[in-house]
């Protein structure tokens, strides 16, 4: 069975939203688009060269996919750590409202969420990755389904957009399973899903 990972890049006040451009989404009026844009360097790319190679498939929320889907398949050169893996291998769509994906290789889910997903872990060789995707990972989390969350903190605050740890979130206790810096400040740190988080006081005992 393969591995549920996930890779989310969020701002010092959790968002997620619109990373890569401008335009990528602007809902609720976004206007800080592009914001992970200025921190990319040797360091960033080594560490998405070494997730894209441990990858059997991909599982997509409805706007990444939209997203990558305008881009990567015109990334032809086979040698690209990136477009190589996303332009071959299966990826999968959580979808309600996609119905004719003309990204070679794509296939959309539609029922129910932990019944597919736990389907695709299954059949999966190699890590089942989910890229971006929030609102899913989010979902993802609330279900027990996530294994791993790659979760890489750029150093800003933005004060606005889609938090991927939102409120009335399922609480959910994570193991530190390493970590780095870039060169450029980003704060790549891995954690393993353990299950409900315990809980403990630090007020002193009573005087018996």
Do not use: C
Not at 15 to 44: C, I, K, L, M, N
Not at 66 to 94: E, R
Not at 157 to 178: C, I, K, M, W
């Amino acid at each position: 069975m393969g591995k549920l990972v996930s890779t989310v890049f969020v701002t010092l006040d959790g968002v997620y939203q619109a990373p890569g451009g401008p335009e990528e989404d602007t809902r609720g009026g976004f206007e800080h688009g592009g914001w992970s844009f200025p921190y990319a360097d040797d360091d960033f790319g080594t560490f998405v060269a070494e997730s894209f190679g441990r990858v059997g498939a991909f599982l997509l929320g409805r706007r990444t996919y939209d997203i990558f889907a305008s881009y990567w398949p015109h990334v032809t050169d086979p040698a690209d750590p990136v477009a190589g893996k996303l332009n071959t291998l299966p990826k999968y769509v959580a979808s309600t409202t996609l119905t004719d994906p003309e990204w070679t290789g794509t296939t959309v889910i539609d029922g129910d969420l932990a019944d597919e997903v736990t389907a695709l872990k299954e059949r999966t060789d190699g890590e089942l990755q989910v890229h971006g995707s929030g609102a899913l990972v989010g979902s993802l989390i609330d279900l027990g389904l996530l294994d791993t969350l790659h979760l890489l903190t750029f150093p800003v605050a933005l004060g606005s957009g889609f938090r991927l740890f939102r409120e009335g979130a399922v609480p959910t206790a994570f193991r530190h399973a390493g970590g780095r810096i870039t060169g450029k400040g980003v704060s790549i740190q891995t954690y393993e899903r353990e299950g409900r988080p315990s809980y403990g006081s630090f007020a002193l005992p009573e005087d018996a």
